[in-house]
Structures are given as structure tokens and as C-alpha cells.
């Protein structure tokens, strides 16, 4: 069986870096090890980007994208405090998903 941490919803704004571009986003739901966000436009499985949430920018891997959302794998987990800070979001969720 494979481990999965636990997801939890929620509605946080957040910018996703990518080589040559720069996207406003939500995150929709979110782990130590990733989220699932918003995205305008379709980026390649795999690709390196940069999620920034507040001052941080965190770098991950893009693991699957479509319908104008991506799933991505954060590179290393995210410290208690930020995973706090975006799962308190989830106050004012949205509904969307």
C-alpha cells in the first residue's frame, strides 16, 4: 500500500514561477509533500517550479496537469508553520475542486 498524506482543502492564494513565466494561482488543497492549484495555462509533467506562499518560494515538481489545474510534489516537505498558515485558508474555502 502506498502512503498518501493526509490532504486538507482550502483557499490560498499563492504564484507559481516557472522558467520563463509567472502565474497567479489558488491553492485548493494541500499536504506537507504537495498541492493541487490553479493554473491558466498547461505546464509539462515534470517541469522544475517555484511555488511562493507569503515570503517563501518553495520549489516543486509539476506532477500532472489538466483542465486547468496541476498537481504538484513540493521538493521538500513544508515546515509545520506554512502548512498551518495555508490550511487555515480553508476557513474561507470556496467550494471549488
Same mark, same amino acid.
Given at each position: 500500500m502506498r502512503y498518501r498524506p493526509t490532504r486538507r482543502a482550502t483557499s490560498y492564494a499563492a504564484t507559481i514561477l516557472s522558467?520563463?513565466?509567472?502565474?497567479?494561482?489558488?491553492?485548493? =488543497?494541500?499536504?506537507?509533500?504537495?498541492?493541487?492549484?490553479? &493554473?491558466?495555462? @498547461?505546464?509539462?509533467?515534470?517541469?522544475?517550479?517555484?511555488v511562493r506562499i507569503a515570503e517563501s518560494d518553495i520549489p516543486a515538481i509539476v506532477h500532472w496537469c489538466g483542465k486547468g489545474l496541476t498537481g504538484l510534489r513540493f521538493l =521538500?516537505?513544508?515546515?509545520?508553520?506554512?502548512?498551518?498558515? &495555508?490550511?487555515? @485558508?480553508?476557513?474561507?474555502?470556496?467550494g471549488y475542486r
Open positions: 522558467e520563463d513565466q509567472v502565474f497567479g494561482s489558488k491553492l485548493l =488543497d494541500v499536504s506537507r509533500d504537495g498541492a493541487r492549484a490553479t &493554473i491558466p495555462c @498547461a505546464l509539462l509533467p515534470g517541469s522544475a517550479v517555484r =521538500d516537505r513544508l515546515d509545520a508553520a506554512t502548512l498551518r498558515r &495555508i490550511e487555515s @485558508a480553508r476557513d474561507e474555502f470556496d
